[in-house]
């Protein structure tokens, strides 16, 4: 099998974030994978404009930008905190200026926050994904307390644990990829 993309989007722009924290663990994790190449975006260096221009007008040069590196991914993992039982306006805005760029690829989660861990904000954005044509695969790595969870170099302090939740997602991630993208390319998608 040929190495599949795998585009991690790290999902808050809140100033002080956790959520660059989160994505370079896993970024570390899915490296060591032998399946994937990585590309990291982060929606705080995108800046997409959260005012969407009207049906047949041009898109900004942010969107149009962005839009190559989602394109050429085969699988995605969005790192997202709980907002408020929810997840950040950013990761909807990003989600909602494409659609050819989600469609028929897996969408897998690390989450956290407080006592829910973020799997609330996973909860509403696996119906935002299914809507896009995207399939979000079953595990998630949710971290509870995060606060607590992360040592002084931003470790996971159960790194065996957590370390072991990556590869199954990762593994996960890699077989549903490698299947939607050889059937992208034996047909193209009917969405």
Same mark, same amino acid.
């Given at each position: 099998?040929?190495?599949?993309? #795998?585009?991690?989007?790290?999902?808050?722009?809140?100033? &002080?974030?956790?959520?660059?924290?989160?994505?370079?663990?896993?970024?570390?994790?899915?490296?060591?994978?032998?399946? @994937?190449?990585?590309?990291? +975006?982060?929606?705080?260096?995108?800046?997409?404009?959260?005012?969407?221009?009207?049906? &047949?007008?041009?898109?900004?040069?942010?969107?149009?930008?962005?839009?190559?590196?989602? %394109?050429?991914?085969?699988? @995605? +993992?969005?790192?997202?905190?709980?907002?408020?039982?929810?997840?950040?306006?950013? #990761?909807?805005?990003?989600?909602?200026?494409?659609?050819?760029?989600?469609?028929?690829?897996?969408?897998? @989660? +690390?989450?956290?926050?407080?006592?829910?861990?973020?799997?609330?904000?996973?909860?509403?954005?696996?119906?935002?994904?299914?809507?896009?044509?995207?399939?979000?695969?079953?595990?998630?790595?949710? @971290?509870? %307390?995060?606060?607590?969870?992360?040592?002084?170099?931003?470790?996971?302090?159960?790194?065996?644990?957590?370390?072991?939740?990556?590869?199954?997602?990762?593994?996960?991630?890699?077989?549903?990829?490698?299947? #939607?993208?050889?059937?992208?390319?034996?047909? %193209?998608?009917? &969405?």
């Amino acid at each position: 099998m040929s190495v599949l993309r #795998l585009a991690i989007i790290v999902g808050s722009t809140r100033d &002080g974030r956790f959520c660059p924290t989160a994505a370079h663990w896993f970024a570390q994790q899915a490296r060591s994978h032998s399946d @994937f190449e990585i590309d990291v +975006v982060d929606l705080a260096d995108v800046q997409l404009p959260a005012v969407m221009t009207d049906f &047949g007008a041009p898109e900004p040069a942010e969107v149009t930008a962005l839009a190559p590196r989602l %394109a050429q991914a085969d699988a @995605f +993992v969005v790192v997202t905190p709980e907002y408020n039982h929810s997840y950040p306006a950013s #990761l909807k805005v990003a989600i909602d200026w494409y659609r050819d760029e989600w469609q028929a690829k897996p969408v897998g @989660f +690390v989450s956290y926050g407080g006592m829910g861990g973020g799997l609330r904000a996973v909860e509403h954005l696996r119906t935002v994904f299914a809507e896009v044509h995207a399939m979000t695969v079953r595990d998630t790595i949710s @971290f509870h %307390a995060f606060w607590e969870k992360f040592d002084e170099d931003g470790q996971p302090r159960d790194g065996e644990s957590c370390s072991r939740a990556a590869k199954g997602m990762l593994d996960q991630l890699s077989w549903w990829a490698g299947a #939607l993208k050889e059937a992208r390319a034996r047909e %193209a998608y009917c &969405g």
